[in-house]
């Protein structure tokens, strides 16, 4: 065998391993899906607090529920699970195929929590609740809310 080979066969055995090294180190790309996970069709994401058309000070305690699927942290590839996402005061984005963004108006609970408080200005307010996979990605179909209306004081 020459130098050439033995070489080339080295380069590739190195970036075998760095691809089995990054993805150990990283299992939530290990395997990336082209496409969101599949959602349970008889899945119901909800709010449990405030009710809707609520008139309620500040800060609000707002309290999520989940029918028919289950609650995982980001990063954590288990079918039908995923985290909350909250939009305030925005309207559902138009390609759900997306990672959702981290913004002032979709908040991101990826740790698996349930509810939040938030300190919301006086005014009345658009809530929803939309389901998002271990990237972020809403299900295929999406699970999301009804929006509710709320006015603090």
Do not use: C, W
């Not at 995982?72 to 925005?90: K, R, S, W, Y």
């Not at 309207?91 to 959702?100: A, F, I, K, N, Q």
């Not at 990237?135 to 709320?150: D, F, G, T, Y």
């Amino acid at each position: 065998m020459s130098y050439f080979s033995t070489t080339r066969q080295n380069s590739a055995i190195r970036a075998t391993l760095l691809f089995v090294v990054i993805t150990l180190a990283n299992p939530g790309n290990a395997n990336p899906e082209k496409t969101p996970e599949k959602s349970n069709e008889r899945a119901n994401v909800y709010f449990i607090s405030p009710a809707p058309d609520s008139v309620i000070p500040s800060p609000v305690t707002v309290r999520f529920g989940l029918r028919h699927m289950g609650i995982a942290p980001a990063g954590i590839a288990f079918p039908m699970t995923g985290h909350h996402h909250l939009l305030v005061d925005q309207e559902v984005p138009t390609d759900l195929t997306l990672p959702l963004p981290s913004t002032k108006k979709i908040l991101h609970f990826g740790k698996g929590q349930t509810e939040v408080e938030l300190a919301l200005p006086p005014g009345k307010h658009r809530l929803q609740l939309l389901l998002g996979d271990h990237l972020h990605r809403p299900h295929k179909p999406p699970v999301l809310s009804e929006p509710i209306h709320i006015t603090v004081q």
